[in-house]
């Protein structure tokens, strides 16, 4: 069964401030990989995904996430936070063309202003 | 497009009572799932379905029942309010045309059982 794991749990940030949140996944064949957003009070949304091809995808709002496949890593990351950005975070997994994603259990984000 | 639509927002159960989360997706998706989300611990899979007249067990199905008679709907039903069922849930739901595999998310039901 593949599994996902997200290292921060909990990550406070100063505005400015560079962010890179870990997600690593135990799947050996091809995958699909996701982060999505959960912004306060509301529903998950997708920030990026990447399928194949480059391994840096770019998402909205400034983010991208680079697809290391021999740490079966897919970190996210931003070089400068804006207090907009205080949210949960959820890294996804679909593996084997599968339509059932495995999600990790979040980061929650505060940005100070 | 409305997208994932869910209703209530919000519900308050007694403990033994029951009641229906409803569902609707107006993008033609095949594929529809229902989450809860707990704090600190992720979203974790109740039911799924694959398509009209198609539901399978996720991860944390004990205590609810689906039932999928059109594309479009997904409706939730507890049966027995338990405190264990307290939670916020998710509707999703993803078209398995084309190779996006994206989920989009409903606004979610926060439901209390006391």
């Known amino acids: 069964a593949q599994s996902v794991s997200q290292h921060n749990h909990h990550v406070i940030l100063s505005e400015a401030a560079s962010l890179e949140l870990g997600c690593n996944y135990s799947y050996g064949g091809t995958v699909n990989l996701f982060w999505y957003v959960q912004y306060p009070g509301q529903h998950l949304q997708l920030l990026l995904k990447?399928?194949?091809?480059?391994?840096l995808v770019k998402g909205i709002k400034g983010f991208e996430a680079e697809f290391i496949k021999s740490k079966f890593s897919f970190n996210l990351r931003k070089p400068s936070v804006q207090w907009s950005d205080t949210a949960e975070y959820f890294c996804a997994v679909n593996g084997g063309g599968s339509y059932i994603p495995t999600f990790g259990r979040g980061t929650s984000l505060i940005v100070h202003p | 497009n409305a997208g994932v639509t869910q209703t209530p927002k919000f519900r308050i159960l007694k403990i033994g009572q029951s009641m229906t989360l409803q569902c609707t997706q107006d993008?033609?998706?095949?594929?529809m799932y229902w989450y809860r989300q707990d704090p600190g611990m992720g979203l974790k899979l109740i039911y799924y379905s694959v398509g009209a007249g198609i539901t399978d067990k996720g991860e944390v199905p004990n205590g609810y029942n689906v039932s999928r008679s059109t594309t479009e709907d997904f409706p939730l039903r507890l049966e027995l309010a338990a405190p264990s069922q307290t939670s916020v849930y998710f509707c999703?739901?993803?078209?398995?045309?084309?190779?996006?595999?994206?989920?989009?998310f409903g606004p979610g039901t926060r439901l209390t059982v006391t």
């Open positions: 990447y399928f194949s091809g480059d391994p």
């Open positions: 999703a739901s993803t078209s398995t045309s084309g190779s996006s595999y994206e989920q989009y």
């Open positions: 993008m033609n998706h095949n594929y």
